[in-house]
């Protein structure tokens, strides 16, 4: 007996443009993982993360109508998730910069690199100096170095040329040394 | 920068990398949290766009009022010459008709 295969995303696609609510939730369950592993990089806690996946998952459902299906559904959710990403970064500066920075800190014990290292804490420390980090240096530092992904994709997720990006990143990766050097001689 | 600190850099990298967070917490509910937004969204849809169409109305109502008072204005004048002209019917038709006004 043959198997029957699941729909592929551009028939959920069209299924959902027609009006059936089950084809999105279905779009949703598949590429959830994917937008929640990106959008914990920049998010502090669950509920920006929550936040940030809501919104990834309803602009793609607004614009659903522009997806051509030339490229794979997923490439186009990421550029969604990266966009609403960087919009959040952008918003969570501009608060920021009103409210104290040092009233977000948390714990800074180990904000020395060898011993945030020594005490697996290299998550939350990189997480300490990318705050300090402007919004286009923390999503390049994001997606070059924790997603590790190439300058080209980075260049086709924020829309940025190539020599752009390499430029940011080089630059983002200097202040973020700097970052760590000036908290390691605190 | 010397290449130790390159390298210290490098080792913090892959060991945030390797540091994922724990998401299936939020990821419980999720369809569910986000099925409910968009029906709240496209049911506000309705008011949302009563609300928008708010200035269109605004300058809807300030051009019929400024046509009422055109008007209004216009209509006064005509009412004035019908009623000089009953009482001067004579002299009016005189001037008509000899392009000379008294």
Not at chain 2, 18 to 45: C, N
């Amino acid at each position: 007996m043959a198997e029957v295969l699941p729909p592929a995303d551009a028939d959920l696609v069209s299924a959902t443009l027609g009006g059936d609510d089950d084809a999105f939730a279905e779009l949703v369950r598949r590429h959830k993982r994917r937008v929640f592993g990106t959008a914990s990089r920049f998010a502090r806690d669950d509920h920006q993360l929550d936040d940030i996946a809501q919104e990834v998952f309803l602009r793609a459902f607004r614009h659903l109508g522009k997806f051509r299906g030339e490229a794979p559904f997923e490439h186009w959710l990421a550029r969604i998730t990266v966009s609403a990403c960087y919009d959040f970064l952008r918003k969570e500066r501009r608060i920021r910069a009103q409210v104290s920075l040092d009233a977000h800190d948390f714990d800074t014990r180990d904000t020395k690199l060898d011993a945030a290292l020594a005490a697996g804490r290299a998550r939350e420390l990189v997480e300490y100096a990318m705050r300090r980090l402007t919004a286009e240096e923390r999503l390049i530092i994001t997606l070059s170095e924790l997603e590790e992904r190439s300058i080209r994709e980075i260049a086709e997720l924020t829309g940025w040329s190539e020599a752009n990006v390499k430029v940011r990143a080089f630059r983002a990766r200097q202040n973020l040394k700097k970052i760590l050097e000036a908290s390691h001689e605190r | 920068m010397n290449d130790d600190a390159e390298q210290k850099l490098d080792a913090l990298f892959t060991a945030a990398r390797a540091d994922e967070r724990d998401t299936s917490r939020v990821e419980f509910g999720f369809e569910t949290r986000l099925a409910a937004r968009l029906r709240e969204e496209s049911g506000g849809s309705l008011f949302a766009w009563a609300w928008k169409l708010c200035p269109f109305f605004a300058a809807l109502a300030l051009a019929a009022s400024w046509w009422g008072h055109v008007n209004l204005r216009a209509e006064a004048a005509t009412q004035i010459v019908a009623e000089a002209t009953q009482e001067n019917a004579e002299q009016v038709l005189l001037a008509y008709m000899t392009g000379v006004s008294r």
